[in-house]
């Protein structure tokens, strides 16, 4: 089939909340989709109400709509490699920020990252609820967003585009072959033990 919303579901028999089975990483957005208010609000709501180390919550998040002056901005200069050709479609990027500092000094970054890693995570729990999309990208230009977003007390982890999933039809073939590659994972008994040590 040529035309397909592509679906990845995990290659598992355990039994697995819809959110967590049915979140892949999709690149190819609906690119008229758009975001509404309460929806942005229980994204921002999901990232807000994560766990974190001593409740620190050293955190921040900047939700950009397409159209927006600041979207294009990152859109066309923040990002890297192929992420600039199909991110531009997503309906929000979402800019994930840690706080460099706690109370005047400076924070454990190690703690800081794995905090911020928590909140994203629920946040794209919280976006496949609602039955939309998300893909988090590293490949970012960190020194261009924090220079637009004017955010030096920060550092730029990663920027999560976010979006209505839209049919393969008449999308180039590099971009659809990447999409129905088969999601893969390293075994189960590679990655965790039950009763008993590694
Ligand atoms: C921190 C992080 C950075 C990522 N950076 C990129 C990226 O720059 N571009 C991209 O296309 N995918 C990126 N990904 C997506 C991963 O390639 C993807 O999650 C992984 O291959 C597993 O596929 P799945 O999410 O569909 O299960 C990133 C994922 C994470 C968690």
Not at 59 to 76: D, H, T
Not at 131 to 151: C, D, Q, R, S, W
């Amino acid at each position: 089939m040529n035309h397909e919303i592509v679906q990845k579901p995990a290659d598992t028999t355990a039994n697995l909340h819809p959110s967590v089975r049915d979140r892949w990483s999709p690149r190819i957005y609906d690119p008229e989709h758009n975001l509404g208010m309460a929806e942005l609000e229980s994204i921002g709501e999901a990232f807000r109400w994560a766990p974190s180390s001593s409740n620190q919550q050293p955190w921040k998040l900047v939700l950009l709509r397409r159209g927006s002056e600041l979207f294009e901005a990152i859109a066309s200069t923040g990002l890297t490699g192929f992420n600039q050709t199909w991110a531009p479609r997503a309906s929000v990027l979402a800019v994930v920020l840690a706080a460099k500092s706690f109370e005047g000094k400076d924070r454990d970054m190690a703690k800081t990252y794995f905090d911020v890693g928590l909140a994203s995570s629920q946040l794209v729990t919280q976006v496949e609820s609602m039955g939309l999309k998300a893909h988090f990208m590293g490949g970012i230009v960190p020194e261009k967003i924090t220079e637009l977003l004017n955010v030096s007390e920060h550092a730029v982890i990663c920027v999560i585009a976010i979006g209505k999933q839209s049919s393969t039809e008449g999308h180039e073939d590099a971009i659809v072959a990447r999409e129905r590659a088969p999601r893969t994972r390293n075994s189960s008994s590679d990655v965790y033990v039950i009763d008993s040590a590694l």
